[in-house]
Every structure is written in C-alpha cells, then in structure tokens.
C-alpha cells in the first residue's frame, strides 16, 4: 500500500525557500518524493540552496522572483508553462518582519509588511490556482504565526498581515473546494532562524519564550516539515481552510 503522505510525482514551489522554514519545509515535500522549486529574493542564496538541495539527493531547481513584484510572479508561471511545468503543491512561505511602535511607523514600511506577507499570497496563490483548477486538484499552503490569532507590540503591520492569511486561507478554501483545490495554512510559534536572530541573543526575551512555551524551548524548522507534508498530501483532501499551530503548546496558554 502507499502512504498517504508519498508525495512521489508532484511538484512543490515553495516561496522564500532559500533558508529558514521555508528552506526545511522544502526538505520534508523533497524526502515524500515531491519534486521542489525553490525560491528566493537574493539569487545568490537561491543557487546555493538549490546546489545543497542536489547534492543532497534531491530534485530541486531555483525560481528567483520578489514575490512583491506581480510581474515578476505572473512572469515566472509563464516560465513554467513553457517548460511544461505545472506546480501541485504551493506554500506561500515568503515573509518579513518589522519591528516598530506604530506611532513611529512610516506607511511605506506598513505596506512593505503587507506586500510581503499577505498581497503575495494572493497573487502568487491565484497564479498558481489558476493552473491547478485546470487539472482539477492542488495544493496551497499559506504560512500564517500566532500573530494571525493574537497581537503583539511592535509589530502592527505583521499581526495585520498574518491575521488575513488566516482569512485569506479561508477565503481561498471557499472560493477553490469546488476546483479541486485545498487551502490551509502553519502557523508556526517562535522558530530559530535568521528572522528572531536578534531575539534569540536576548536574553530577556529567550527567557520569555522558554517560559511562556509549554515545551520550554524554541522550535527548530525541521519540526514544520510533517506538518507540510500531511497538508501537501492525500491524507489532507477533505481539510480545507483550517489554520494548524506548530507551535509548542504556545498558543493555547497565551
Ligand atoms: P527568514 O528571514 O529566515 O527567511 C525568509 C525567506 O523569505 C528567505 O528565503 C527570503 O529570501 C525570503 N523572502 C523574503 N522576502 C522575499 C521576497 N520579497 N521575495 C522572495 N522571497 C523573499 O524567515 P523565516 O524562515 O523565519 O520565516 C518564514 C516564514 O515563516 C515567514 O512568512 C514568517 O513570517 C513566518 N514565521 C516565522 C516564524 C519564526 O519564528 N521564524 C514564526 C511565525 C511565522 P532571501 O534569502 O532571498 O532574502
């Protein structure tokens, strides 16, 4: 019998692969058989994580786009339809964080965040799901934060965003059931990667995260991986619009 979590003959575009969660998120659809696309702002970066991911066993290939530029997005899907690519399985992983009071906060920087981490999703998931409706199934996993259920000081622009990916993800389920298509989304709690860098060398504040989550400790990216897979897979083709925490028990005592 196969599992229900192979992912053999599939293909997995993964925004803001080049490292962090994204990067171990491409890792885990790779090891379920799924042939990967990663991507990434900076092509330096990309070539290299392509290159570990080969090296590794992997079929992996680079697509470099700002998933801000919606010529660039609609510019790389055609790319792909030119190959005869066609992407089962998108995570709209791609995001960054800003930190400031929003008394400070300059409107660029508030439509920096949004462009970022939630327009993207749109545009990118509608390129996508324009092609999986033609095939009749696919894949769109959205990656929110406990921000998309809670708020935070400091980081207005973020908890907007991560807040209407949980909306979005539903808004994508509603819309796309009918297609074939499922929508869900991670959100991931305090993860150690280059975004909480600064945080994780404070002490105060990794002293807040080791007690205020359950499991004492912050996550490591690898620990998103099952996660992905399950949604990615067959396992999950009657879940749709749900938003699944990965987050160490955080979110439930907050
Ligand atoms: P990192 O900063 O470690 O990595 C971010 C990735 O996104 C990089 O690959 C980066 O590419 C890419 N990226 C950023 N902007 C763009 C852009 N405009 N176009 C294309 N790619 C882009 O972040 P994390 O891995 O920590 O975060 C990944 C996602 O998870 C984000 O959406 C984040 O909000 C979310 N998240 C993270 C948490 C955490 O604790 N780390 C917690 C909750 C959610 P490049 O290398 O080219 O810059």
Known sequence: MTSPFDLSGRTALVTGSSRGLGRAMAEGLAAAGASIILNGADAGRLTEA???MTAAGHTARGLNFDVTDEQAVVAAFAALDAEGIAVDILVNNAGIQFRKPMLELETADWRRVLDTNLTSAFVVGREAARRMAKRGHGKVIN????????????VAPYTVAKGGIKMLTKAMAAEWGELGIQANAIGPGYMITDMNQALIENPAFDAWVKGRTPARRWGRPDELAGT?????????DYVSGQIIYVDGGMISVL
Do not use: F, N
Request: proline share 0%.
């Open 228 to 236: 992905c897979v399950y949604l990615a897979s067959s396992a999950a």
């Open 143 to 154: 990656i929110g934060s406990l921000t998309s259920e809670l708020a935070r000081a400091t």
């Open 50 to 52: 392509v290159a570990a």
